[in-house]
């Protein structure tokens, strides 16, 4: 595998972790842990990307890096 396969096969194991943790009652979708997770897992695959020049996931993965930063911002609020 190639460098840009392996930053997006760890990118998109922590957005799977982050999900399968939620449903499976692990941790809460609010949780900073969940947010973490989705933050650097989708900067990961958008990196992965870029790096192979694939637009359609260039744009999904950084749409859900700035929501899950959105997220950590909300979260930040509450937590002060």
Do not use: R
């Not at 595998?1 to 692990?26: E, H, N, P, T």
């Not at 650097?40 to 192979?52: D, K, N, Q, R, Y």
Request: proline share 2%; glycine share 4%; charged share 5%.
């Amino acid at each position: 595998m190639s460098v840009a396969d392996w930053i997006g096969f760890l990118g998109v194991s922590q957005i799977l972790l982050a999900y399968a943790l939620s449903v499976l009652g692990k941790i809460s979708p609010n949780s900073l842990l969940f947010i973490l997770l989705n933050i650097i897992g989708a900067a990961m695959a958008c990196l992965a990307s870029v790096l192979i020049n694939y637009w359609p996931f260039i744009i999904l993965e950084a749409v859900w890096t700035l929501v899950s930063v959105y997220s950590l911002l909300k979260f930040s609020k509450h937590s002060i």
